[in-house]
Structure formats: C-alpha cells, structure tokens
C-alpha cells in the first residue's frame, strides 16, 4: 500500500499544510516537496496572513517559523490554539534556536514539535506521518 494514499481528515496522506516562513526560497522549496507528498500547501512569509488563511483554508499541519517579522512563531502558535479551525492541529516549530529553553517555549506556545533548522525534509515528513498514523 502506498503511504501517500487516503483522504484528507483520514489516517492517510494528504493534508492540508500551512507553511509559514519570512525566507521565500526556503518556504517554496519546502512547499514543493510537500506537495510531491500529495500534500494540499498554502505558504504565508508572516503571521498576519497566516492568521487570515485560517479561516478558509483550516489547516491540519501547520509549519511554523519561529523568527518571523512583526508577529514571531509563539504568538501564532498561541493564537492558533484559540481558534476551532486549528485548536487541534499539529504544530511544527520551525527555527535555528534549539536551546531547552527554546523548546520549553515552544512546547508552552502550544506547538507539538520543536525542529531546528537545518532540518531534513525526511524529518518533517516523518513527523506529519507518524502524527497521523495514530
């Protein structure tokens, strides 16, 4: 069976990914590489829209930097955690700061996981797997 089969909301793949990141390059690569997964991915660079997309897109993943321009990575986790469309999305935390007192945050912020920059794609994939195989 292949792993990128099923319907999204289900136990498989796809999902519906946010991808919120200030470097452009970086969250488009990423964004395709997602979607070679079968993944539906919406990209915002800084918390405002990515804030606004929730509404109509209502994301399952939502990848997160942390250092973002204006409105950092915890402020958005915290409000992501308050609204219906997202309370109960898995939230990946996207940053060079990888110190315990950086995941302490992140994990306090309402994120699920805390990856440090550089990271793997095989990394990110496997933690949308594993999430949604339970």
Not at 13 to 35: C, G, H, I, Q, T
Not at 105 to 125: C, Q, R
Request: net charge negative; hydrophobic share 45%; charged share 25%.
């Amino acid at each position: 069976m292949n792993t990128t089969e099923g319907a999204p909301g289900g136990p498989g793949l796809p999902r519906r990914v946010l991808l919120v990141d200030d470097s452009v390059d970086a969250a488009e690569a990423m964004s395709m590489l997602l979607e070679t997964l079968g993944h539906d991915v919406r990209v915002k660079h800084d918390g405002p829209s990515a804030l606004a997309m929730v509404d109509e897109f209502a994301p399952e993943v939502v990848i997160l930097d942390i250092g973002l321009p204006g409105m950092n990575g915890f402020d958005i986790a915290r409000e992501l955690r308050t609204r219906a469309q997202t309370k109960s999305a898995l939230l990946i935390a996207l940053t060079g700061y990888g110190a315990d007192s950086d995941r302490q945050k992140a994990h306090d912020a309402g994120f699920d996981h805390h990856l440090v920059k550089p990271v793997s794609f095989t990394a990110i994939e496997t933690v949308i797997a594993d999430t949604f195989a339970r």
